[in-house]
């Protein structure tokens, strides 16, 4: 049967083309969408590797103050780190979690090299997002003495640049310049939040005298109120004067980033969801219009011993073989992107979507023609050898 | 073979009831060639679809072959259809968009016939309608009487001992016509119970019994 419906088909391939054109394009349309739906689902289920409850980020623009930039940071920090309301407060470079600032280096370690996400912290950083290690220990005080720099790393950039070898104690090269030293590692780092793919990173310790950096974060303790971020404005006014001051809560920025992946995901979601309505319904039509056309075809089927139930298998039969050939085209397609390594996505992102719009696209196809390919079958033999 | 006892066929819509066939009896004998004449409207496709199973009757008894069919279900009247009848019609009702060997080979579909058997078989019905050079042509590529032949031939494939035949010279020459009568008496003498439906006197006089149906009363 099955060669008999490829057959059918096939002799009427030049009818069938845009049919299998239209599926083609849902497929890719469909594999696409699932592509950016699967990552991001595959993201979000992963953990983020921080907290960022009670946490806010105090964002320090000196303006045009250039004197002693760096040492009133450090004082800054100090009169933050003595409140009663703070848990623990760290300065940090300007890419602090939920931001949309990036920063980037290429690192080598023995001629392997990986782009990784690059964060200036201070000893303090850990605690203050409860950042846990893995191996190792976090920078501290003493590691500002020593030859090299000190450096964390993530599990991915370990992976990335060690494969099994143990990280802590090597040196490795940023931008082929400067030459760090790992003396910790940690999990995960997703500073862009849940939807952000887990990415090779490394932090860095901030010198004392450094005025760059000048983003801080504070742990507070939970019930501190929008009286002490008042309190605390102020006090940072008083000693700051001409500065720039403003503090945002982690909590907020991360439905804000929230926000930067899934509106546009919803909007590519609900323009395919209406291209695939329309393909649907195109399908329907089209199936209506070619079952009323073969209706002496469906009678003469019935009077050579075909069941209701077969006459149903051959049009959904010949649906499922036009939906397959449209498919292998599209597979054809769409299996190039992890052969390729497109967008640098792990390939069984893009094997689940599509395994995910194969059958996406075969429950569409199934349920546009189930309706008529079941009033085909209802159709009663002698009137169907009968109409013209 | 064929046993029909008071049969009946109504039509009804909302507001109006026809009667297309009134108290029918029939009883065509094995290996009998049986032609239907009548009045166009009088019934006669309306008896033959009965007898074909691809109509229910109103009211009566219809036996196939000692079985009585008037309330089998779909599942057991498509094997007996399959098995047991092979239909020619008018209009030829070939599938355009398969070649004459696949539209030979479709009521061998719906049994458990391998591909290898189905081509076997199909080849021998061509071969026996004459039409052994043209498997691979498409319907729109054949004459009348060769569309006709292929019919028969798909009729004929899955050797049914009953052939229903509704107007088979219908569409044709006289010639052709000829050829078509030819092809099925040849079939009678094999073996296979015919019953034809038809317009022509000629036609009708190669059967070995006439059936004439008036306003869907049985008159002969």
Request: charged share 20%; with cysteine; glycine share 6%.
């Amino acid at each position: 049967m099955l060669r008999h419906l490829f057959k059918l088909i096939w002799n009427k391939k030049g009818a069938h083309s845009l049919l299998i054109i239209e599926i083609w394009a849902s497929f890719m349309v469909l594999f696409g969408v699932l592509s950016l739906i699967v990552f991001n689902v595959s993201n979000y289920v992963e953990p983020i590797g921080f907290e960022y409850q009670n946490v806010w980020n105090v964002d320090l623009a000196s303006n045009q103050d250039t004197v002693e930039v760096g040492g009133k940071l450090e004082r800054i920090l100090q009169r933050i780190r003595s409140y009663q309301n703070v848990e623990s407060a760290s300065r940090m470079s300007s890419n602090t979690p939920f931001s949309a600032n990036q920063m980037n280096n290429s690192i080598t370690y023995k001629k392997t090299s990986a782009l990784a996400d690059h964060y200036n912290t201070d000893t303090d950083f850990s605690k203050t997002i409860d950042l846990p290690m893995l191996t190792g220990r976090w920078y501290n005080e003493t590691d500002l003495v020593s030859k090299f720099i000190p450096i964390v790393i993530n599990k991915k950039l370990q992976e990335k640049l060690f494969l099994d070898e143990n990280p802590l104690g090597k040196v490795i090269r940023v931008d082929e310049k400067v030459s760090y030293k790992v003396v910790g590692t940690v999990d995960k780092f997703k500073a862009k939040g849940e939807f952000m793919s887990d990415n090779p990173a490394m932090f860095q310790m901030i010198q004392k005298d450094d005025s760059w950096n000048s983003n801080i974060l504070i742990k507070t303790k939970p019930g501190t109120d929008a009286n002490f971020e008042a309190r605390l404005v102020k006090d940072i006014a008083t000693m700051l004067p001409g500065w720039g001051i403003e503090v945002s809560y982690l909590t907020e920025s991360r439905k804000n980033r929230h926000n930067l992946t899934l509106v546009p995901v919803s909007i590519f979601l609900i323009i395919s969801g209406f291209l695939l309505t329309n393909v649907a319904l195109g399908l329907f039509g089209i199936l209506n219009l070619s079952i009323a056309r073969r209706k002496n075809e469906i009678g003469l089927r019935r009077a050579m011993g075909a069941t209701e139930g077969k006459v149903t298998g051959q049009f959904l039969g010949e649906i499922w073989v036009l939906a397959t050939l449209s498919m292998v085209v599209g597979l054809v397609f769409s299996v190039q992107f992890p052969l390729l390594n497109v967008f640098d996505i792990a390939s069984s992102i893009y094997v689940t979507a599509m395994i995910a719009a194969v059958i996406i696209i075969f429950l569409i196809v199934t349920l546009c023609a189930w309706y008529p390919s079941r009033q085909a079958s209802r159709i009663h033999p002698a009137v169907a050898l009968h109409e013209e | 073979m064929i046993k029909l006892q008071n049969v009946e066929k109504v039509y009804r819509t909302s507001s109006i009831e026809t009667l297309a066939l009134n108290n029918i009896n029939l009883d065509v004998k094995k290996g009998e060639f049986v032609s239907i004449m009548g009045p166009s409207g009088c019934g006669k496709s309306t008896l033959l679809n009965i007898i074909g199973l691809l109509d229910a009757p109103s009211k009566g008894i219809i036996e196939i072959d000692g079985r009585k069919v008037e309330r089998f279900n779909d599942k057991e009247i498509a094997p007996l259809r399959n098995k047991m009848l092979g239909f020619i019609f008018q209009s030829f009702h070939l599938i355009n968009d398969l070649s004459v060997i696949d539209n030979v080979e479709i009521p061998l579909l719906y049994r458990s016939t391998n591909a290898k058997q189905r081509r076997e078989l199909a080849e021998e019905a061509l071969e026996k309608v004459g039409l052994a050079n043209r498997m691979k042509h498409f319907p729109k590529q054949l004459s009348g009487g060769q569309k006709q032949r292929v019919a028969i031939a798909r009729a004929i494939v899955g050797k049914p001992e009953i052939i229903l035949a509704d107007e088979p010279t219908g569409n044709l020459d006289s010639a052709m016509g000829n050829e078509i009568i030819n092809i099925l008496q040849s079939l009678n003498e094999d073996g296979a119970t015919i019953v034809m439906v038809t317009h022509d006197d000629a036609m009708a006089k190669r059967t070995h019994r006439l059936i004439r149906l008036f306003d869907g009363t049985q008159v002969l």
